[in-house]
T-cell receptor
């Protein structure tokens, strides 16, 4: 148990489907992140939420839509994805900067396959 | 913007041998530096971190890393590798002047351990 739980662990979806990835943390952190990990590419920061406000969006296509309803939960809504979006999607949490930032705690990831 | 390079994509060492994984960063000041480890199908686990102070930092699982400002490096070391250390290792850098919590990761080094 890492303290950051991601569901589902595996997801196969068609290009016309709509699905959501969920991330939940009970560490008392107030910043949450989505990273994409593709084969043979470095981890790519997708979205950052600090104190439930989005503070970073690294030019991610609009077919990915994040939602952070509270400091413990983070979602990534997916629609009309492409095969190249197949990857491991990692959620992480931390304290925000200036309040004891100590690095990230990662979840185990959701392995997404787009067919 | 900060960047980080891990020059070795794959490294193979014999069990019981010493290990050094290289990490070079690009940043104008002293960054936040991290090493994470990822086992297959899992998220990333924090091994150790450097923010300031003593340039030799100790982490979990017997790992240590040394910050060398003159070489812009933060190499990870272990004196005696165990078979369970086989995994992928990621170096990451954060920029304190820009909040510090949006980490940039290197491409990773996959460690294989020979019996």
């Amino acid at each position: 148990e890492t303290g950051v739980t991601q569901t589902p662990r595996h997801l196969v979806m068609g290009m016309t489907n709509k699905k959501s990835l969920k991330c939940e943390q009970h560490l008392g952190h107030n910043a949450m992140y989505w990273y994409k990990q593709s084969a043979k590419k470095p981890l790519e920061l997708m979205f950052v939420y600090s104190l439930e406000e989005r503070v970073e969006n690294n030019s991610v296509p609009s077919r990915f839509s994040p939602e952070c309803p509270n400091s413990s939960h983070l979602f990534l809504h997916l629609h009309t994805l492409q095969p190249e979006d197949s990857a491991l999607y990692l959620c992480a949490s931390s304290q925000p900067p200036g309040t004891g930032f100590n690095g990230y705690t990662f979840g185990s990831g959701t392995r997404l396959t787009v067919v | 913007a900060q960047s980080v390079t891990q020059p070795d994509i794959h490294i193979t060492v014999s069990e019981g041998a010493s290990l050094e994984l290289r990490c070079n960063y690009s940043y104008g000041a002293t960054p936040y530096l991290f090493w994470y480890v990822q086992s297959p199908g899992q998220g990333l686990q924090l091994l150790l971190k450097y923010f300031s102070g003593d340039t030799l930092v100790q982490g979990i699982k017997g790992f240590e890393a040394e910050f060398k400002r003159s070489q812009s490096s933060f190499n990870l070391r272990k004196p005696s590798v165990h078979w369970s250390d086989a995994a992928e290792y990621f170096c990451a850098v954060g920029a304190p002047e820009n909040a510090g919590n949006m980490l940039t990761f290197g491409g990773g080094t996959r460690l294989m351990v020979k019996p």
